[in-house]
């Protein structure tokens, strides 16, 4: 696995999408819902500020030897971290398929520890979670948080919890960079699907 080269981490625009495989089948007047397979995955796609050529080159050419969709590569969130706390714990044991996860190690007492819309990441897996809604810290340093998607796995009490880094695989095998002499600087957009 790649990481992201750090000096392109800049993102003029940064999309990132929820892609949830919902099945809805009709019997007449009843509709079926229901997630079968892999449920979710975040899709990013990322514009670079405008780059001289050389260095759209240099990035184009991280972008090859991912060779396509085969290659993953890790890119940490390129969304600020809003909040106090940026890394905290799992306070209590939690199992795969919940929404809510207890965390600590928090600043006591504050009304602005956790906010809604941060991306995170738990230390036992690559999968990224949403927090759907904005927490403060009870006196002990302790909240619970509500994430989105559910729990692919089990965390357990004491795990770390940080800013998101996702790993991604390109959406498509055919790359591209396409340069104009008479432009000087251009952006360059990066679509990439977690993995």
Known sequence: MSEFPSKFLRAQQCTITSKTFTEL???????????????????????????????????????????????TFTLPSPLLFMG??????????????????????????DVNAIKGGNFIKFDNHDKVYKITKSVGSDVGGKATINIYPRLFANVIASEGVTNAIFTLRMTKDDLSLSLNATQGLQPVLITAIES
Request: glycine share 10%; charged share 25%.
């Open 25 to 71: 089948t009709e019997y007449g007047m009843n509709t079926e819902v229901a997630k079968r397979g892999n449920p979710h995955k975040w899709r990013i796609e990322f514009r670079t500020p405008p780059l001289w050529s050389n260095d759209a080159r240099e990035l184009q050419a991280f972008l090859d030897s991912l060779d396509g969709r085969y290659g």
């Open 84 to 109: 106090t706390t940026k890394s905290f714990n799992v306070d209590n044991n939690a199992l795969a398929g919940l929404a809510s996860v207890d965390v600590g190690g928090l600043d006591p007492s």
